[in-house]
């Protein structure tokens, strides 16, 4: 099984797109960042696997960022995929849930789906409510309500594997209704046997050997934090001296861990006091 690889995939005849994709060894870097329960890692996994199909579809050089925010179990659900293939994500609960339902999980919730540019400073941001039982079904109304763009998502997650398809008809002035049912029907044929454990060449075939598909080169996924000593250095100078100096005398030291990765930056009064010390001439004359 190629593991961690994104294909894109068209279906010719039909004119609809498509992503397949399959993490393992990006799925496992998350969950070793957190002791999630078996509810929690379920929703994690799908909404993984959404967050890179759907950058995978967009145009973009930043970073593509699914949040779900609710006053339910799991109150706080991010995952961010970037264009250059890598990955991060977490999510925060309270206590055990009834069911995965999305009701049961997130209560009442809303679904933002966020665009950054990393060469501006461009932001889009997409909120709606989240609706549904499942994470696909209300993705799916998304791109129907928000987009006007026909979309299917097939998501799956395991202890092991997090896996999923996505098809969407393309934009076109002319559509056959009946093209972009007959692939519907056909991705409802998959199983999650066929979905973990076959190569993306066996899948599209099994669903689609009489679409005329055509299979793009594969696109590897990998999990990555873009936490670092720097980015933490700058968000302390942006609260000001005064505000660290009083986190110093509360706790000896300023002690921040990334939510995302669990990296551990730790500054005593030494290396704080650094921070705000300005910064010595530039030139090479001493005087």
């Known amino acids: 099984m190629s593991a961690d690889t994104l294909r894109r995939f068209m279906l010719e005849q039909a004119h609809v797109r498509g992503e397949w994709l399959h993490l393992d060894n990006t799925w496992q870097e998350m969950l ?3 002791d999630y329960p078996a509810f929690v890692k379920t929703i994690l996994g799908e909404a993984l696997t959404a967050a890179v199909l759907l950058a995978a579809t967009i145009k ?14 799991i109150h706080l659900l991010v995952i961010q995929a970037t264009a250059e293939g890598t990955v991060r994500g977490l999510a925060q609960w309270s206590r055990d ?3 995965l339902t999305l009701p049961a999980l997130f209560g009442d919730a809303q679904l933002a789906i966020t665009l950054e540019s990393r060469n501006s400073n461009e932001r ?27 979309t299917r998502l097939w998501l799956m997650s395991d202890d092991t594997s997090a896996a999923g398809i996505l098809l969407q008809r393309l934009p076109q002035e002319e559509v056959n209704p009946e093209d972009w049912q007959r692939t519907s029907v056909l991705l409802d044929t998959l199983t999650r046997e066929e979905l973990v454990h076959l ?26 934090c873009g936490c670092s000593r720097e980015r933490v250095e700058t968000m302390l100078r942006s609260l000001g ?21 669990n990296a551990n930056y730790t500054l005593d ?11 010595m001439p530039t030139n090479d004359t001493l005087h």
């Open 241 to 261: 001296q005064a505000e660290a100096d009083t986190i110093l005398e509360e706790q000896g030291k300023i002690e921040i861990i990334c939510e995302f990765c």
């Open 32 to 34: 070793s960042r957190a």
């Open 60 to 73: 973009h050089d930043g970073a593509l960022t699914l949040q779900i925010r609710g006053d339910g179990p």
């Open 199 to 224: 190569e993306p060449e066996e899948v599209l075939y099994r669903l689609f050997h009489e679409e005329d598909v055509r299979l793009f080169d594969a696109k590897d996924i990998s999990f990555h």
């Open 97 to 99: 849930a009834e069911d």
């Open 124 to 150: 889009y941001q997409s909120l709606i409510p989240l609706e549904g039982d499942t994470l696909s079904a209300a993705l799916e109304a998304y791109f129907e309500r928000s987009e006007q763009l026909p």
């Open 269 to 279: 009064a030494v290396d704080t006091n650094l921070l705000f010390k300005p910064a």
